[in-house]
C-alpha cells in the first residue's frame, strides 16, 4: 500500500486526473461504447504512478475530495460520456434470451462469491456497507432514468461533498443491522 498521506504523491494524482478528464472532454470516443469514463481515470492514475486499482481508488477520492473544482469536473466528464453521448444497454437488448440469461446466471454467481468472499476477507460491515451503497445507486439510476456507473459516481460525488455526515448516517444503519440480526 502507498503513503496516501504522500502529498507528491497526491499531487501526481491530482496532475494525472486533471489531464485525463481534460483529455476524455476533448474526445469522449477515448472510452469506448462499454468504458467507464470513472474508470479510465483511476486505471490512468494505477498505471502511470504504478500502484494498485485499490490505491489509486483511495488516491483519487482523496483528491476529489480535497479539491472540490476537480470534482465538479470529474462528475461532469462522467455525466457527458454515461448520461448526454450514450445510451447504455442496447447490446444486451440485441442478444438472444438464452445469452442473456447466461450473462445474468454469470452476474449472479459471480456476485455471491465476491460478497462471500468480501465478508471473510473484511467482514460484514463492509459486505453490508458495499450492497447499501450499491441499492442507493440503483435506486439512483432508476428514478433518475441515468446508467449505474453514472449514478454510482453522482452518489460518490454527493458524499464527497458531505463526508461525514454520509459516514455517520451510513455506519448508523449498518449497525443497527447488524444489531437486529444479533437479536433475533
Partial sequence: MIGLDDNGRRIEA??????????????????RSNGCAACHVLFTIANKMKISEQDAADMLSEVLLDNNQLNDQFIEMVESVHMKQRTMGLTFVLKSREAKDRRIESQFKNTLNELLGDASHY????????????????????NLGIDYHAATEELYYYMRKKDMETHTELMQLIRSIIGKTIKK
Avoid: T
Fill in 14 to 31: 491530482e496532475r494525472i486526473a486533471e489531464r485525463e478528464i481534460r483529455i476524455v472532454n476533448e474526445n469522449p470516443l477515448l472510452i
Fill in 123 to 142: 467482514g460484514s460491515e463492509i459486505v453490508l456497507r458495499k450492497l447499501i451503497m450499491s441499492q442507493i445507486a440503483l435506486e439512483l439510476a432508476q
